[in-house]
């Protein structure tokens, strides 16, 4: 009996590790930002202004991941709904000019 529960215990526990759960601010990783604009590592992979900007920023463009925000703001209010004028991110490396590590907010 003792050994049932012990091993019910351990699975629940590895189960709750192995789970993505969502912070406070709704993002599993990163912060959560409201950017004006946001561009998938494809699309900048196309836009060589855009490239030159980022390098200018000291940005290594071959080491991007999924998206890539521009003008963007941390959002900090539990309440808050979304974006009014750009896309909800959640990026792991916050700047107001250029956000990287971006997947869309769900």
Same mark, same amino acid.
């Given at each position: 009996?003792? &050994?049932?529960?012990?091993? %019910?215990?351990? +699975?629940?526990?590895?189960?709750? /590790?192995?789970?993505?759960? *969502? $912070?406070?601010?709704?993002?599993?990783?990163?912060?959560?930002?409201?950017?004006? !604009?946001?561009?998938? /590592?494809?699309? %900048?992979?196309? =836009?060589?202004?855009? @490239? +030159?900007?980022?390098? !200018?920023?000291? @940005?290594?463009?071959? =080491?991007?991941?999924? &998206? /890539?925000?521009?003008?963007?703001?941390? %959002?900090? =209010? *539990?309440?808050?709904?979304?974006?009014?004028?750009? $896309? =909800?991110?959640?990026?792991?490396?916050?700047?107001?000019? &250029?956000?990287?590590?971006?997947?869309?907010?769900?």
């Amino acid at each position: 009996m003792q &050994f049932k529960i012990a091993l %019910v215990t351990a +699975a629940i526990a590895t189960l709750a /590790v192995a789970a993505t759960t *969502p $912070r406070a601010n709704g993002c599993s990783t990163g912060l959560r930002l409201c950017c004006e !604009h946001a561009q998938s /590592v494809a699309e %900048v992979a196309k =836009d060589p202004e855009l @490239i +030159a900007q980022l390098k !200018h920023f000291g @940005i290594n463009t071959k =080491d991007l991941t999924g &998206f /890539v925000g521009v003008f963007c703001a941390q %959002v900090t =209010d *539990p309440e808050f709904t979304g974006c009014y004028y750009g $896309r =909800d991110l959640c990026c792991t490396n916050y700047s107001t000019a &250029f956000s990287t590590g971006c997947t869309l907010y769900q």
